[in-house]
């Protein structure tokens, strides 16, 4: 089983950037693959970036390429995304999960709690 922290969020201004941190507890981090979602109010939780167990391989949704980069440390049992060029339409809560290597939601099987990022123009 394995239990997800995020931190790093907070408020900042449009075009600045951010990075999140998701720290994992339990040894079996590096066998699950990892993605982040968000959630903006009023809104279905969405697929932001997954990033596979070895780090090897990423994916992206598409609307968020080029700003966003996922990246993991099997050493600290941490999985990052750095957001840049924010934009006030990426305020959401960002969640981290851990599952099987996917974009889809019902693939990850373990949760965050999520931390806010808001974006204010």
Avoid: H
Avoid at 69 to 89: A, F, G, W
Avoid at 97 to 119: C, E, K, L, P
């Amino acid at each position: 089983q394995v239990q997800l922290v995020e931190s790093g969020g907070g408020l900042v201004q449009a075009g600045g950037s951010v990075r999140l941190s998701c720290a994992a507890s339990g040894r079996t981090f590096s066998s699950y693959a990892m993605g982040w979602f968000r959630q903006a109010p009023g809104k279905e939780r969405e697929f932001v970036a997954a990033i596979s167990w070895s780090g090897s391989s990423t994916y992206y949704a598409d609307s968020l390429k080029g700003r966003f980069t996922i990246s993991r440390d099997n050493t600290k049992n941490t999985v990052y995304l750095q957001m840049n060029s924010l934009k006030p339409e990426d305020t959401a809560v960002y969640y981290c999960a851990a599952g099987r290597w996917s974009w889809n939601i019902a693939n990850y099987d373990y949760w965050g709690q999520g931390t806010q990022v808001t974006v204010s123009s």
